[in-house]
């Protein structure tokens, strides 16, 4: 959709400014708007935008120092306050959901002790790990694309670590992986007409005709008895009789539908955000090296 919405700036000579991150295609087509005058700015939001300012902040501080950035690891999400954090999930949407679960599906790739880790798509979800910063807050983290970028954008080429990442509550990753592992992230064509969401769930476990104790138990199955796992499939309502929307052909779009009509974060609920970020530097002159933590 931006690089879309981006070649429509350019023809009409209006600039474009947005918090999304700066793709090849983007850049592809900012270099073509940078010849008529059209400024296009990406990534100057929370995360990316935020972080980046702060981040670079502290670098030009350290230069000015005579000191070099050793590591960089910078986490942060935007999450329902805890107390409304009732479902499996442990989050709700504030944007169309499409592009959450697109993002879970992601590849990610990050610079760690000086060695570049690779994670494949459709695997971000399963090397989720906790992470510790606020005690009353049980949180957990991934790698957000690719962090290895950021080593010459940020002019940080002494970094052997450098790492950016995704927060959310313990237990997100865990549901997501579930959803992925039951096939409701594929794109490919069915005819679900007349299909209830337990249709779609006893289609995808192989056999729709099947009873509802048995579609449990093919859960139970799927995940080798993790009760946390089929009871996901269950409490967001992919059991339920009701029908699928016409027009939907495929599980992904059906599983947008089903997040987009129950997990959409209501006006009168509030959200909070966390972001930290630990960079290890190096002061040789002054034989230091302190960790600045944002």
Request: glycine content about 8%; proline content about 4%; overall charge negative.
């Amino acid at each position: 959709m931006h690089p879309f919405i981006a070649e429509l700036c350019v023809d009409a000579r209006r600039n474009m400014l947005t918090a999304s991150y700066a793709t090849d295609a983007l850049k592809k087509i900012a270099k073509r708007g940078a010849q008529k005058g059209i400024m296009m700015v990406n990534e100057v939001g929370l995360d990316p935008g935020i972080d980046h300012m702060l981040a670079m902040n502290l670098f030009e501080d350290i230069k000015q120092n005579n000191g070099t950035v050793e590591s960089f690891e910078s986490f942060c999400g935007g999450l329902p306050a805890p107390q409304f954090t009732n479902n499996p999930l442990r989050y709700k949407f504030t944007w169309f959901p499409r592009g959450v679960l697109l993002n879970a599906l992601s590849e990610a790739k990050y610079l760690k002790e000086g060695k570049v880790v690779n994670v494949e798509s459709g695997t971000l979800m399963q090397v989720a790990q906790q992470f510790e910063v606020l005690p009353g807050f049980n949180l957990e983290c991934y790698p957000n694309r690719d962090s290895t970028i950021y080593k010459e954008a940020y002019g940080i080429g002494s970094a052997h670590t450098v790492l950016r990442g995704t927060l959310r509550y313990k237990g997100f990753s865990m549901a997501m992986d579930t959803l992925i592992k039951l096939g409701l992230f594929k794109s490919d064509k069915m005819d679900l007409s007349g299909y209830s969401w337990a249709d779609l769930t006893k289609e995808l476990l192989g056999n729709r005709s099947m009873s509802h104790q048995e579609c449990k138990s093919k859960l139970l199955a799927l995940f080798s008895g993790d009760k946390f796992r089929a009871s996901t499939v269950v409490k967001l309502g992919l059991l339920d009789n009701d029908t699928i929307p016409a027009g939907i052909d495929n599980p992904m779009d059906a599983l947008v539908e089903k997040l987009a009509s129950s997990l959409m974060m209501p006006e009168d609920e509030t959200d909070v955000i966390i972001m930290n970020t630990v960079s290890e530097l190096d002061f040789p002159a002054a034989n230091v090296r302190p960790t600045a933590v944002i």
